[in-house]
């Protein structure tokens, strides 16, 4: 049985670490057969977000692929130790029901360990709000993403956990 895997990235940059991780595990949950939609949070317009304007065509269609999914994935670099404002704006205009019973996972990148606890925390939080069942966060650290000259790749244990996380995922898609 196939599921259908929504993304939401937060980064300004599809550049950087965090939309790297988010596309990695997008790339194996498509290659296991399940469908993937993939949302960023420059997708859509700024006023639009912020003044919570859910009748705009582009948030509209963004709330009802968020209802119709089986998993929601969040992906965030970590600013001041928590999930980027830009993500949560995007996730506030997701309505309290949408999630119930789905599954939820948050990935996230920070330069420094001590973040990690907060932001896996917060994510804990944020999918309790929802009643969603979460899988348990998956953060990295800057370091666990190299970046040479072909671009970015994960480091031995970077990809360790990143793969743990994919299975774990994909095991739960398929209860």
């Keep these: 049985m196939s599921g259908h895997v929504v993304f939401i990235t937060s980064s300004p940059s599809a550049k950087s670490r965090s939309s790297f991780l988010a596309a990695f595990i997008e790339n194996q949950v498509r290659a296991a057969g399940h469908r993937v939609t993939t949302f960023a ?5 700024a006023a639009d977000v912020l003044l919570g304007r859910v009748e705009s065509p582009a948030i509209a269609n963004f709330v009802q692929v968020v209802k119709g999914a089986d998993a929601l994935v969040l992906a965030t670099p970590v600013y001041k130790a928590i999930y980027s404002g830009a993500l949560k704006a995007v996730v506030d205009l997701i309505p309290p029901d949408a999630l119930e019973g789905r599954l939820g996972l948050g990935i996230a990148t920070t330069r420094l360990g001590d973040h990690a ?40 244990t970077g990809r360790a956990r990143a793969d743990r996380t994919v299975q774990e995922l994909l095991a739960a898609i398929a209860r």
């Design 117 to 156: 606890a907060t932001v896996e925390s917060a994510y804990r939080s944020l999918f309790a709000f929802f009643r969603a069942r979460p899988l348990d966060p998956l953060v990295l650290l800057d370091r666990e993403i190299a970046s040479g000259a072909t671009g970015l790749a994960l480091e031995e």
């Design 41 to 45: 949070v420059t997708d859509f317009d």
